[in-house]
């Protein structure tokens, strides 16, 4: 569960400079003046490093926007103070804004701690990348106003960038074997499996007997390891090896515990589940492609249980009120 509390250094910081909040929305780009916040205000804290209120705010209206495109492409009428898990839609997009925001602020804390940083080759590659931008829109004026829509000019744009560079140098870090990172992925207690699934239907006592034949198959096998994918192929999953991680879901808990349980190699017997009848085989690692996704689960895990400090001005941010104003603002087009 994320440990969220209310600064009261960050709320008292607030409360002193709260005279010159309005000015600075005023002179800020459409994020600070749908808010009314003052951009550079630090609106929270994860797991100490502060937020500017900008970075809260262009996760929220990135949310929003993909709210309104979803409603709009169903023909639904949006509705901010819908009923959802936990609260209303407007709470759940707050909640959304709040884990992207978790999730950057999170990667630059493990890249300060790891000694990431980006060479002076890769800010190159940045500006590099800027100018293959601006072209592709048309030159720099049509992308800065594209940019101003989102509520960033070209250093806040490059900043977002930069998060991402600082990613992929800890994903690679990772994976430089004898680095202070490179244990990381171990921890993720990932696992592959293979899986011949028989699904249970309308008639389950039909499947049971099928399983039966399947396994009796398996064992009687010359070659069990090579006659598994066969017969995987010929069940109801066509899905092939997939690597697991704990409580991602893929698998029901029951089977996931016992596709721990086997050895490298190793087949189980038939495992009933809601779905079915399932036999695993746990396979190898199959090597750097999976380590990804385990990778990108720690660092989810680390922006999930970041202790998260937030400012009444974030307490207090309305953001039904807050994707109304930024649209008003879009259609005149300040």
């Not at 809601?274 to 085989?281: Q, W, Y």
């Given at each position: 569960m994320r440990k969220r509390i209310a600064a009261l250094s960050l709320a008292l910081c607030l409360a002193l400079s709260g005279c010159t909040l309005k000015k600075e929305a005023e002179d800020a780009s459409l994020l600070g003046r749908a808010a009314e916040l003052g951009e550079e205000l630090a609106l929270l804290t994860v797991d100490g490093r502060e937020v500017p209120a900008w970075r809260y705010l262009y996760w929220l209206a990135f949310t929003c926007d993909q709210i309104r495109e979803k409603y709009k492409d169903s023909s639904l009428s949006l509705d901010w103070e819908a009923p959802v898990s936990g609260g209303t839609l407007a709470d759940y997009a707050k909640d959304q804004a709040l884990a992207n925001t978790a999730l950057y602020a999170t990667v630059e804390n493990w890249a300060a701690r790891y000694g990431c940083v980006l060479s002076e080759r890769e800010r190159e590659a940045l500006a590099k990348t800027w100018e293959e931008q601006s072209e592709a829109r048309g030159g720099e004026e049509a992308y800065l106003q594209e940019l101003a829509d989102l509520?960033?000019?070209r250093l806040r744009a490059e900043e977002l960038t930069?998060?991402?560079m600082l990613y992929a140098k800890l994903y690679n870090l990772c994976l430089t074997e004898g680095s202070e990172l490179s244990g990381l992925l171990d921890q993720a207690d990932r696992l592959t499996v293979d899986r011949i699934l028989i699904s249970a239907g309308e008639d389950r006592e039909a499947?049971?007997?099928k399983a039966a034949e399947v396994f009796s198959r398996l064992n009687g096998a010359e070659d069990p390891a090579a006659a598994f994918p066969a017969l995987a192929a010929e069940g109801d999953d066509a899905a092939g090896p997939r690597t697991l991680l704990p409580g991602d879901g893929t698998l029901p808990q029951a089977l996931e515990e016992a596709a721990k349980a086997l050895e490298e190699g190793q087949y189980s017997g038939i495992l009933e589940s809601?779905?079915?009848?399932?036999?695993?085989?746990r396979l190898a690692s199959q090597g750097e492609d999976l380590a990804g996704e385990a990778f990108d689960r720690l660092l989810q895990d680390a922006a999930?249980?970041?202790?998260?400090?937030?400012?009444p001005a974030y307490e207090e941010l309305d953001a039904a009120a807050f994707d109304k104003a930024l649209d008003r603002l879009r259609e005149a087009g300040e």
């Open positions: 509520g960033l000019d930069e998060v991402g499947a049971r007997e809601e779905e079915g009848f399932s036999i695993l085989r999930e249980g970041a202790l998260i400090q937030t400012t």
